[in-house]
């Protein structure tokens, strides 16, 4: 799909590196976007809230004019989506998810982030920036936002559970359901594991692909037709619906991220898998029962390997919000100030985990502050990150949503595995047929 | 002989309320209409927006999907009005010969305290009471050595533990109305009941529910057409899961529409479709209960 504006667009970006990113020391009269009003939709998150207060000193220094909109995780995409399909444009810079970076391209919502100068891409050091998450917030090989927050799954443990059982971390599917099955005790309110079962597309499927992907599992053909319901697929359900229906707490199917915290946290569960930013909480005396009782590992591997889930929020310039010269400039210079190397290591004082850039990760500062095996364990995991862990196609969400219904009731138990990814896949295909993607060439490569 | 100009008057007084009407109700149907009668995707412009007729109709009584969302969305009108209009008229009655007129004002009080209580939030605090392994409900279950079932996660039961919730804070309200009706009831054709010999069941049954016909015909009108549209409940507790085992019409229509694909198209034949049908339903029961022609 051709992207008008973006050459266009890209030359802006060259023009806001000559000006010099960012940066204070502007002389007085070289302020050409002062006076430029901007507005940014974040999604309320600990990195987010650091950027917030300091926008004063980026005002001051560039006189543009920032009005913060905040909306909660699950309201950022509908209001985004109101925004932008209405034409409305009441947003210059927009924060999105990884997994809604095909769709708003295709849409033509957004433009990459390409052509900076050498003396740009040097001050902002995008190579710093981690592969794995700028691979996030690309689609067809082009960068189209920059990373916020990035967050990677891991598994955490409870080593004392651990210990007292005489068992070993495991690191492969068969040891971790054995584990499970050692640690579960029903009747005295202990359970091996907890793991998402709460339908949708960023919700249980963030957790099942782990083990879809470990069985082998794949979503699209190269002609976009679904082969999910295939025989790695079934199978890779089957494992997730067995673990969860008998090692699992009751009302599992239900569980959202936040329940697996609660249930980690209130000391019944002996492990989980999910999102390595859950150590602030889990780590915290005053919302945790197990403080000092974790151990951090990678996910174990099945027989096609080990795949992490991760995510990252990202900014981009709404190509339907900035509609004069002027916005553009002072959206993509806002952008590339508040992901800049000096704000997020400053966000380490104010307890920010979820770092984006290895310098950052590899400060003395942010060394001090994290617990080392946990430091090990997500470094190791962004090394296993795949971008394409979910499908990069325009079609991934409404996919994604009926894929992880067919999820959640095998975990409730209303269907088989089998039936229920067979269902899903009819639906898919109904959809794929409605929406012309059906047999047209797939737009990236199923690891 | 009636000058020209006094015709106009009434025009010119209910042009502010019309032009009000006009833009909030009429356009956004003729609106509905259009969308209605093309397939648009928010998310995806570059398909366009063809014109296909009534073909998104076909699509919502055609799928599974959407027929079963209808069909639980009436079964759950059953599950929540029923019980409330029968809790509602034995605790109004309970009230009424129990308590002090004095009494009765203080309850009614206490009465409107759920019904204050946004959905939303009472939807959140159930989902808390809910909770399968921290949740105070099992709790005491589990402390009386009774079964902790899974209230929100088991497919059988999830839809009645939202009932559940919808009867807690709307059954007051029958009992308000129901109460008021009471109140209204003349003393003496009890009076008269008890000196045939009408025992306080028979007084109950025989005198006071049919009396109160059009006060039951208003509350369960009211309360039918409000929980057709019960969103608020079932998207704080279930989301419409698990699977689609609480998927409603209208949290159908919020899936297909906006948070699943962005097609408003089939969202909005499926809304359409909901008001038809809240709409028949209305009127069957007014029709049924004679409403207008009372005694």
Known sequence: MPLPGLRRFTHLLCAVSALGLGSGALAQNAKPLAGTQINVVLRSLPETDYITPQIPKFEESTGIKVQVISFPENQLRDKLVQDLSTGAGQYQVIALDSMAVPEFVEANWIVPFEGLDKEAEQKYDLQDIDNAARGLLSYKDKLYALPIYAEISHMMYRKDLFEQAGVKPPTTFDEFAAVAKQLTDKAAGKYGVALRGLRGFGMNMSSFVSFFRGFGGQFLDETNHPIFNNDAGVKALQFYSDLLRNYAPPGEANFSWDDVQNAFTSGKVAMIIDADNFYTRIEDPKKSTIVGKIGYANVPAGPHGAFCNSYALGFAVSTVGAKSDKQKQAAAEFILWATSYDMQLGSVDAGVVSQTRDKVLNSDKYKEKANPQWLKSVEESWKLANPNYFPKTVAWRTMGDIVSVAVQEAIAGTKSPKAALDQAATEVTEYLKQTRILGTPRSYSEP | ?295
Do not use: C
């Open chain 2, 1 to 295: 002989m009636i000058p020209q100009q006094k015709e106009h008057r009434p025009w010119l007084f209910l042009a502010p309320a019309l032009a009000v009407l006009i833009v909030v109700a009429i356009v956004p149907l003729v609106y509905a209409i259009y969308i209605v009668l093309h397939s648009i995707n928010l998310t995806m412009p570059y398909l366009g927006k063809p014109f296909v007729g009534l073909d998104n109709f076909r699509l919502v009584f055609t799928e599974s999907r959407s027929l079963d969302a209808l069909g639980r969305t009436l079964f759950f009108v059953m599950i929540t009005v029923l019980p409330e209009l029968v809790l509602g008229l034995f605790l109004s009655w309970a009230i009424q010969r129990g308590f002090s007129s004095r009494h009765r004002a203080w309850i009614t009080v206490m009465l409107v305290v759920p019904m204050a209580t946004p959905k939303v939030v009472g939807g959140l605090v159930w989902k808390v009471l809910y909770d399968p392994l921290v949740g105070p409900i099992n709790f005491a279950l589990q402390s009386l050595h009774l079964p902790t079932p899974a209230w929100l996660a088991d497919p059988n039961l999830a839809l009645f533990s939202v009932a559940l919730v919808d009867i807690w804070q709307w059954t007051p309200f029958m009992i308000i109305i129901l109460l008021a009706g009471l109140e209204t009831q003349p003393v003496e054709v009890f009076e008269a009941a008890q000196l045939d010999g009408a025992a306080e069941l028979r007084q109950f049954w025989s005198v006071a529910v049919p009396l109160l016909r059009p006060f039951i015909t208003v509350a369960v009108l009211f309360r039918t057409l409000d929980s057709m549209r019960t969103f608020d409940y079932l998207f704080t507790l279930t989301q419409g899961g698990p699977g689609r085992a609480t998927e409603t019409l209208d949290l159908y229509a919020y899936a297909v529409g906006i948070s699943e694909s962005g097609n408003i198209s089939v969202a909005t034949a499926a809304a359409f479709l909901l008001l038809i049908f809240s709409n028949v339903l209305g009127t069957l029961w007014t029709k049924t209960m004679k409403w207008g022609h009372e005694v």
